[in-house]
């Protein structure tokens, strides 16, 4: 109906298209998805092109016909997006449902693409850190718990620890350990506490708000079919600020290491960069 109001229904409209997830690509216009991400799990998609998925998508649609001109992860659409207005952005970050960010690296260092002069734009997929086992160091029983129950456990360990998706597992599985100990819920374990999902992430920035009185805590927590105290409210507000404090340390700590990274490249005592966020969890 919006195509045929504005009169472009027979127009050959260019697309940019923004996919967040790992993909190898081969060309402005070209991206083989590598794996899925962040709980998807569509069949057949695995190893195609993506935008050819999406132009054959559209034609069966017979709507309208596409120029797909280019396709983008989204922390590439989101420094390019800040970049427009603050030319000093340098590095894209997204915190929602996933973590990722990308920075732009000097050709020099791209092993890929001939040429060294110049800069490239590097998506990190900086989610996956971790899959070889570095960060088991901080990875808390919790975390392991939300990884074993997940759809492409051993994987995306970083983005577990950070990302919208996760957090409010992590506090449900942080509540159930506490409430076994007797610290909660006069220890008695509800079922439901035992569903998982059932403690999304928004309820997690809701209870950690500095605004937000123990009352309209506890009101949250029975809404989500807990019955607590004013003591149970207190402790379960501290798990959530904790949980998210932590959240945007590991998030930092991956910024700072970029930021390091981008400053040594060009041999600076000191840099000044912008940084471009976006994502639904940075919303909240």
Same mark, same amino acid.
């Given at each position: 109906?919006?195509?045929?109001?504005?009169?472009?229904?027979?127009?050959?409209?260019?697309?940019?298209?923004?996919?967040?997830?790992?993909?190898?690509?081969? &060309?402005?216009?070209?991206?083989?998805?590598? $794996?899925?991400? /962040?709980?998807?799990?569509?069949?057949?998609?695995?190893?195609?092109?993506?935008?050819?998925?999406?132009?054959?998508? !559209?034609?069966?649609?017979?709507?309208?016909?596409?120029?797909? =001109?280019?396709?983008? *992860?989204?922390?590439?659409?989101? #420094?390019?997006?800040?970049?427009?207005?603050?030319?000093?952005?340098?590095?894209?970050?997204?915190?929602?449902?996933?973590? $990722? +960010?990308?920075?732009?690296?000097?050709?020099?260092?791209?092993?890929?693409?001939?040429?060294?002069?110049?800069?490239?734009?590097? *998506?990190?997929?900086?989610?996956?850190?971790?899959?070889?086992?570095?960060?088991?160091?901080?990875?808390?029983?919790?975390?392991? +718990?939300?990884?074993? $129950? &997940?759809?492409?456990?051993? /994987?995306?360990?970083?983005?577990? #620890?950070?990302?919208?998706?996760?957090?409010?597992?992590?506090?449900?599985? !942080?509540?159930?350990?506490?409430?076994?100990?007797?610290? @909660?819920?006069?220890?008695?374990?509800?079922?439901? @506490?035992?569903?998982?999902?059932?403690?999304?992430?928004?309820?997690? &920035?809701?209870?950690? &708000?500095?605004?937000? +009185?123990?009352?309209?805590?506890?009101?949250?927590?029975?809404?989500?079919?807990?019955?607590?105290?004013?003591?149970?409210?207190?402790?379960?507000?501290?798990?959530?600020?904790? =949980?998210?404090?932590?959240?945007?340390?590991?998030?930092? +700590?991956?910024?700072?290491?970029? =930021?390091? /990274?981008?400053?040594? $490249?060009?041999?600076?005592?000191?840099?000044?960069?912008?940084?471009?966020?976006?994502?639904?969890?940075?919303?909240?």
């Amino acid at each position: 109906d919006f195509l045929d109001y504005m009169g472009m229904k027979s127009a050959r409209l260019p697309l940019g298209f923004t996919f967040s997830f790992p993909c190898h690509q081969k &060309s402005l216009d070209a991206g083989i998805l590598v $794996n899925w991400t /962040k709980g998807f799990k569509c069949t057949d998609c695995e190893g195609e092109d993506v935008v050819e998925l999406l132009r054959e998508g !559209i034609k069966r649609k017979e709507e309208f016909d596409p120029d797909v =001109v280019a396709v983008v *992860n989204d922390t590439v659409g989101t #420094m390019m997006t800040c970049a427009y207005e603050e030319p000093t952005c340098e590095v894209g970050l997204i915190a929602g449902t996933g973590s $990722n +960010a990308c920075y732009m690296e000097e050709m020099r260092n791209i092993e890929t693409v001939e040429g060294n002069e110049g800069r490239m734009c590097v *998506n990190m997929e900086w989610g996956a850190f971790g899959d070889n086992g570095c960060p088991d160091d901080i990875r808390t029983q919790y975390d392991c +718990a939300v990884d074993d $129950n &997940s759809l492409n456990e051993g /994987k995306q360990r970083y983005e577990k #620890m950070c990302s919208g998706m996760y957090l409010g597992e992590i506090v449900r599985n !942080i509540l159930i350990d506490l409430t076994k100990r007797g610290f @909660l819920f006069r220890g008695k374990i509800s079922g439901t @506490l035992k569903t998982r999902g059932i403690f999304e992430t928004k309820f997690l &920035s809701q209870i950690e &708000s500095d605004r937000l +009185a123990l009352l309209q805590v506890r009101a949250i927590l029975q809404q989500l079919g807990l019955d607590s105290t004013c003591d149970d409210s207190i402790i379960v507000k501290e798990v959530c600020s904790t =949980v998210s404090l932590r959240a945007a340390q590991i998030c930092g +700590a991956g910024m700072a290491g970029v =930021v390091d /990274k981008i400053r040594e $490249n060009r041999g600076l005592d000191h840099l000044d960069v912008t940084v471009g966020v976006d994502g639904t969890l940075y919303k909240l």
